[in-house]
């Protein structure tokens, strides 16, 4: 998980009392993380925070990684921030504000006490649910289970993204490249069955292989190359 932030104050029009109480709840994120929310405040302003919701088990969005983001009013905590996701769910429009009871949308049922991370858990109950609102969708189960495949790529477009969530970057770009390498694996086996099998498919077996390992070799580099460029743009900008 990255490390807090050095500067979490400029630019930002944070009153004491927001500036305080979000730098004390980042510290505690940080301390204690949730195995399945990763959130951090941009370095040039501790009121917009991002977040990543990593979808759960046993549900469409299982695999699937969600980037969102909160912006926090001013006077935080006195007044609840707005909630957007921008990363395709199925689940929420993106880019568009949630009416939620926790939300900009709702003021008069705001407490105080509720934290960054009770909203962030918040959401990914809503998310789980099928509750009409504001900035919500529908989509079948299939389109979600697409979606969640596709979320890391949609992720890795957005330098912020690269830039904030530097790790889990290179987490994914290790788990691709694994994963091209087991199925390069697989496709020289293949090769090796064919010629066993039959000495008439002998050389398509062979080239089918070195063909796939060729690709799966090229994509584990490309990913590995990309984490990279993720890790350098986050060091960059600190």
């Not at 009013?73 to 909630?83: A, G, L, R, V």
């Not at 109950?125 to 189960?141: H, I, P, Y």
């Not at 050389?203 to 590995?224: E, F, I, P």
Request: proline share 6%; net charge negative; hydrophobic share 40%.
């Amino acid at each position: 998980t990255s490390s807090p932030r050095a500067n979490l104050t400029s630019t930002s029009m944070a009153s004491r009392a927001a500036l305080n109480r979000l730098q004390k709840e980042y510290a505690r994120i940080v301390k204690e993380p949730s195995p399945d929310i990763e959130a951090h405040p941009r370095e040039s302003n501790i009121l917009e925070w991002h977040f990543v919701i990593k979808g759960p088990k046993d549900t469409p969005y299982h695999g699937g990684h969600y980037h969102g983001k909160l912006v926090f009013p001013p006077d935080y905590p006195y007044k609840p921030p707005s909630i957007m996701m921008l990363t395709p769910s199925g689940r929420f429009r993106t880019n568009m504000r949630i009416c939620m009871s926790m939300s900009d949308f709702h003021p008069e049922t705001w407490v105080p006490a509720w934290s960054v991370a009770s909203i962030l858990n918040g959401v990914l109950s809503f998310m789980l649910e099928e509750t009409t609102t504001v900035g919500s969708m529908e989509a079948s189960a299939d389109e979600r289970k697409r979606l969640a495949k596709r979320s890391h790529a949609f992720n890795r477009k957005t330098p912020l993204f690269c830039e904030l969530f530097a790790d889990l970057v290179a987490e994914q770009a290790a788990a691709a490249a694994a994963a091209g390498e087991e199925a390069g694996a697989d496709g020289a086996g293949g090769a090796a069955d064919g010629a066993d099998a039959d000495g008439d498919g002998d050389a398509r077996a062979q080239n089918d292989g070195w063909l796939l390992t060729a690709a799966c070799g090229a994509v584990a580099l490309a990913a590995v190359a990309y984490a990279a460029w993720g890790l350098w743009s986050a060091d960059g900008s600190e």
